[in-house]
Nanobody, 124 residues
Framework: VQLVESGGGVVQAGDSLKISCVASGDTFDNYHIAWFRQVPGKEREYISAISRTGMSTYYGDSMKGRVTISRDAAKNTVYLQMGSLKPEDTAVYYC??????????????????WGKGTLVTVSS
């Protein structure tokens, strides 16, 4: 499966932003999808995941309470709605898909497919 992120950009602190991850090349419903982010020089950080069916969602501590993950099967797309953005949220945001259900959603090594990322810059 190929994953392509979009929707990043420059926003002001306190703004909201919705980024997208479009999947192609395989049956969308076969894959759980997760969002991570990475700042240069730091490890990739888990944000959220959504099950194949969309019935289950999971959130890490990094942005909990400020993000909502969702998926639209008709558009082969997973979204990450982010709110109350802070300058420290500036990062490249990636979506990823595992081939099997991860032992832990935050384990980057358990994800097989990755997009190239979309840059989100939050100015103060």
């Amino acid at each position: 499966v190929q994953l392509v992120e979009s929707g990043g950009g420059v926003v002001q602190a306190g703004d909201s932003l919705k980024i997208s991850c479009v999947a192609s090349g395989d049956t969308f419903d076969n894959y759980h999808i997760a969002w991570f982010r990475q700042v240069p020089g730091k490890e990739r950080e888990y944000i959220s995941a959504i099950s194949r069916t969309g019935m289950s969602t999971y959130y890490g501590d990094s942005m909990k309470g400020r993000v909502t993950i969702s998926r639209d099967a008709a558009k082969n797309t997973v979204y990450l709605q982010m709110g109350s953005l802070k300058p420290e949220d500036t990062a490249v945001y990636y979506c990823a898909a595992p081939t099997i259900t991860p032992t832990r959603w935050s384990y980057t090594h358990e994800y097989t497919y990755w997009g190239k990322g979309t840059l989100v810059t939050v100015s103060s």
